[in-house]
């Protein structure tokens, strides 16, 4: 099993999954046994971005992330008013 944390890109050429952005989910962190078991698991913890967004490597990046390193934060996801 590894430990995947799956995000948005920053500029898309079509259309953006995360516009507007309200009601979204901008990172999520899934252990899974392969890139397309985790892509799966973010489908189910998804919010009007759509499934299609954590599917479709054209919207979102999904990498492998390790325990190992120093501390600090791995996914800080913030999204105030403005």
Same mark, same amino acid.
């Given at each position: 099993?590894?430990?995947?944390?799956?995000?948005?890109?920053?500029?898309?050429?079509?259309?953006?999954?995360?516009?507007?952005?309200? @009601?979204?989910?901008?990172?999520?962190?899934?252990? %899974?046994?392969? &890139?397309?078991? %985790?892509? &799966?698991? %973010?489908?189910?913890?998804?919010?009007?971005?759509?499934?299609?967004?954590?599917? @479709?490597?054209?919207?979102?990046?999904?990498?492998?992330?390790? %325990?190992?390193? &120093?501390?600090?934060?791995?996914?800080?996801?913030?999204?105030?008013?403005?």
């Amino acid at each position: 099993m590894h430990l995947f944390i799956l995000k948005p890109h920053d500029n898309f050429l079509v259309t953006d999954p995360w516009d507007p952005r309200y @009601d979204k989910v901008y990172a999520q962190i899934v252990r %899974a046994a392969n &890139e397309s078991l %985790a892509r &799966e698991m %973010a489908t189910l913890n998804c919010g009007d971005e759509g499934a299609n967004a954590w599917l @479709d490597s054209e919207f979102s990046s999904c990498d492998i992330i390790s %325990a190992e390193g &120093e501390a600090g934060f791995i996914v800080r996801d913030y999204c105030g008013v403005s």
